[in-house]
């Protein structure tokens, strides 16, 4: 969930002893950070769903809401038989939205996944498997071009969904990276993804357990405010050399 406006303010209200500049550590690289978590975290099991169409509907549910509330609307689409691309072309919008209330802007996410299911029917006949033998650059732009997809969301789908080499970015991820100065403040989605891509092998099941991991760091130490470093497993990082 892009947060930049919340971050900003973040490093506003209180002070963590942040590292600054951008340029490429050589002491501490960053797929550190992830050996570091993995040891300390264990695999995350992302993501959680049972096909790739239902990550696609989880990816587009969870934009500005928490999990739960999201898991609560998948459990409605599948009691109602709903979780297939047919399926939910064919449901009206009212009902869908209704059925998804609990994920939150449940008018405009209703429409975004009739949008979705809309350009795999025109694109691909309906067929998740055509749509993913689509080269992933031009899937990406493919799917940033659909109603409601945003770069986030286009590359939890290419990872989740579709085992592409493609770092899913959050606003988790960009706080870590700022607040240990591998990023500044104004850094864009795309520099961060380059970022991280650049210094992880290629490596879906490297990418999908990386990002879980930094979800994981972000939600239980680094707060938005108060976040704790001196808990948290790459609290060493802070103060390593680079
Ligand atoms: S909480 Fe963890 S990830 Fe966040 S700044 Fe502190 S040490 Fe870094």
Known sequence: M?????????????????????????????????????????PQSWWPAKTPFEVI????????????????AIAN????HLLSPRAIGRVSPAHLACLIRSSGYFRQKAK???????????????????MFQTPTAELREKLLGVHGIGPET?????????????????AYTKR???????????ATYEEIRTLIESHLPRDVSRYNEFHALLVNVGKNWCRPRDPRCSECPLGPFLEAPR
């Open 112 to 130: 975004k996944l009739k949008a979705f299911v809309r350009f795999l029917r025109d694109e691909y006949s309906g067929s998740l498997k055509r």
């Open 2 to 42: 892009p947060q930049e406006a919340i971050i900003a303010a973040d490093f506003q209200q209180r002070e963590i002893p942040r590292r600054t500049g951008t340029a490429p550590p050589a002491a501490t690289p960053l797929r550190s950070y992830y050996q570091t978590l993995y040891e300390s975290l264990g």
């Open 176 to 186: 870590i990276l700022s607040r240990h100065g591998w990023v500044g403040d104004q």
């Open 57 to 72: 509907v989880g990816a587009i549910l969870t934009q500005n809401t928490n999990w739960t509330n999201v898991e609560r």
């Open 154 to 170: 286009a590359d939890s789908i290419l990872l989740y969904a579709g085992a592409k080499e493609i770092f899913v970015v959050d």
């Open 77 to 80: 689409l599948r009691r109602e």
